[in-house]
């Protein structure tokens, strides 16, 4: 009877056990809510919504639309009648902004914590209103958006988030950059990709940039450290690198006085550190973790990246790829995708495109006027590529129509 009860014990015990893992895990997926699915959706050609009553009293979309998405995929814009002879025709045409609608309970626990909305790809300008006000806007092409709600959203109250994606032209760009123009890709209105609300801790990394030297085998590690505790935190910022065969840990002390903190310190790699070429892609994976207390609050951060041992430069007639002269074999990808109007946000699809280059012998790829999302830079390392990207080019002055915005739009930020 007293073994029975024994092992009643220790399965109830390891019920309990596995319950607290569960909730442990819950609650560390709510800091990130995953925002696809069907959102209330308006169109908006008249420029009208935004300085009319609707957004002051909170009113809802009367439509609704399945983000990621854009407005193409569902037929909404103008019936084109028309065959172009210089381009790829749209079925429906959509120019102008365009309003998206959804009602989001914030989790209690996020209570203290840094709020942000992403998107990984809209076309042009996203605007946020939380409830009845504007609280955010960002112009970037060819990037993430990345909209702090911090100070808006109130854990544990239900918001209404109402966004408007505008897609004309911000800017007095060219009509032949491919980001947005309908030479290639379509100038689509919508949201793509990830469409998410995550919370993070208040000392956090903003930035993290690795520059590797194969003349003394190291890499110099750059972080931006963002506290908005307006308090001295104390700690330590904690490296992790791996690799085929290989793993190296490092630290590093961290006092922050100030709301940004910018660190640089150097790695030695050791001699199994291998090079990375087209045919021996040798990839590392760095792992930055950051620890922090206010005295009386802790708070932890990560982030991580990828990078190669290689150094590129001029020689007198080629290209140097560390220090051995290098063919570069390859294309010009000018975000060409008729079936969809827009790059693939997929990891199926760019793995299509990089083995389908690779059985052809190439080594180098180049996005003319655009840049796109992290999967093909994660394939180039793995598999041997050299990319090139550019950022929006052509533009020339600000919109007078929007003297508000900046111009953000012709920088590249990546996330």
């Not at 029975?4 to 399965?11: A, D, F, M, Q, W």
């Not at 930055?288 to 041992?309: I, P, V």
């Amino acid at each position: 009877m007293d073994e029975y009860k024994i092992s009643i014990y220790k399965y109830v015990k390891i019920i309990c056990l596995l319950g607290l893992l569960v909730q442990a895990t819950f609650l560390k997926a709510q800091d990130v809510i995953d925002l696809s699915g069907t959102w209330g959706f308006q169109t908006d050609v008249m420029d009208f919504r935004r300085g009319s009553l609707s957004p002051r009293y909170n009113h809802g979309l009367q439509g609704t639309i399945k983000l990621p998405g854009i407005t193409d995929d569902y037929q909404i814009g103008y019936q084109n009648p028309y065959k172009y002879i210089d381009r790829l025709t749209r079925k429906y045409e959509y120019m102008g902004p365009a309003w998206y609608q959804r009602d989001i309970d914030i989790p209690a626990d996020w209570k203290g914590k840094k709020i942000f909305l992403y998107f990984e790809r809209t076309h042009w300008l996203s605007s946020i209103f939380v409830d009845t006000k504007e609280v955010s806007s960002i112009d970037y092409v060819s990037v993430p958006h990345n909209h702090d709600l911090s100070t808006s959203l109130k854990p544990g109250k239900k918001h209404r988030i109402t966004i408007c994606i505008d897609n004309r032209f911000q800017y007095n760009t060219h009509k032949w950059n491919h980001a947005h123009t309908e030479f290639t890709q379509i100038n689509w209105n919508g949201i793509l990709g990830e469409i998410k609300l995550l919370a993070i801790d208040p000392v956090y990394l903003e930035d993290l940039q690795v520059y590797p030297n194969i003349t003394d085998q190291s890499i110099k590690v750059k972080l931006r450290i963002n506290n908005v505790t307006k308090k001295k935190v104390k700690g330590k910022v904690s490296f992790a690198i791996d690799g085929t065969n290989y793993s190296l840990k490092n630290e590093i002390a961290l006092l922050s006085t100030d709301s940004v903190t910018y660190i640089e310190t150097k790695i030695p790699l050791g001699k199994q550190i291998k090079l990375w070429d087209e045919f021996n892609p040798n990839i590392y994976r760095i792992n930055c973790q950051l620890n922090t207390s206010d005295g009386k609050n802790s708070y932890q951060h990560e982030k991580a990246t990828t990078f190669g041992m290689r150094e590129v430069k001029q020689g007198k007639n080629h290209v140097l790829l560390n220090n051995h002269p290098i063919h570069l074999r390859g294309n010009v990808e000018n975000a060409v995708f008729p079936k969809t109007g827009h790059a693939p946000l997929d990891d199926a699809s760019w793995e299509r495109i990089m083995i389908l280059m690779k059985d052809y012998g190439m080594n180098h790829l180049r996005f003319h006027s655009w840049c796109p999302r992290r999967r093909p830079f994660a394939w180039q390392t793995n598999m041997g590529y050299i990319l090139r990207w550019k950022c929006l080019c052509g533009a020339k002055t600000p919109n007078p129509m929007r003297p508000d915005i900046t111009s953000s739009a012709v920088k590249l930020k990546l996330f």
